[in-house]
């Protein structure tokens, strides 16, 4: 990414490929991603890595949960990664590529390949990504980062996640491993977790109002079928 390109001309970029209106609780987040994605791009010490795309990737689909239009989900996506200057099919490749993994390793395998105690055949390049990272002490961590290790590790084992003990345990193996911030990754995760957990309650909310207005319409066509005419009733009494 051409490291003097400023977030407004981010942006600009986006909705010059995105052209469609984005859904009120929507746009938030996809320009709160938009700006990360770029302020990472535009860092001298971020290195673009799988894991990180599982992140986006990741975040996306879950906080674009249920938007409607559903085939406006693609061309947002395709708009954030080319509006800072990458390839969507990258990251969507590389992300799949890590869930397949994850899908096919228990949940003990992966913590042993994440903390490079174990390396898999297929996974050389993979394996020289993790190497890379644990070994660079400017390595820029993100919390896009963060959710992709935690969507590698909820599809290997659920359990790993699913209580904040378990979980704590399980990110102390990976940061240590990896030479991360655990206290970071933590907290990174602790709030997306949380901001999960708003958006779809904001999705209830939205899906009241929409069925709340479709009522209000119904009930309204059924009104103006039933009404009298009055242009006829004046014709008939003129008559």
Request: proline share 3%; aromatic share 8%.
């Amino acid at each position: 990414m051409n490291k003097n390109r400023t977030v407004s001309d981010t942006k600009r970029s986006f909705y010059t490929i995105h052209t469609r209106p984005i859904n009120s609780i929507y746009r938030r987040v996809v320009e709160e991603l938009m700006v990360e994605m770029h302020l990472l791009s535009a860092n001298a010490d971020f290195q673009y890595d799988s894991i990180y795309a599982l992140g986006v990737v990741t975040a996306f689909n879950r906080f674009m949960l249920g938007y409607v239009p559903e085939q406006d989900q693609d061309s947002i996506f395709n708009g954030l990664c080319k509006a800072v200057e990458d390839d969507p099919d990258r990251y969507k490749h590389d992300a799949h590529r890590l869930e397949s993994l994850a899908q096919r390793l228990s949940g003990s395998e992966l913590l042993s390949w994440l903390d490079r105690s174990t390396s898999f055949d297929d996974t050389g390049d993979l394996q020289g990504s993790l190497e890379a990272i644990a070994n660079n002490p400017q390595f820029k961590y993100s919390r896009l980062f963060a959710i992709g290790l935690f969507s590698m590790l909820e599809k290997a084992d659920p359990n790993l996640v699913k209580d904040q003990a378990t979980l704590n345990d399980t990110l102390k193996k990976v940061c240590g491993g990896l030479h991360l911030p655990e206290d970071k990754v933590s907290k990174d995760l602790d709030l997306y977790r949380s901001n999960l957990e708003k958006m779809a309650q904001a999705r209830i909310v939205l899906e009241d109002v929409i069925q709340a207005e479709r009522k209000k319409r119904e009930k309204r066509d059924l009104a103006n079928q039933t009404s009298p005419n009055p242009s006829l009733d004046s014709t008939e009494s003129t008559n």
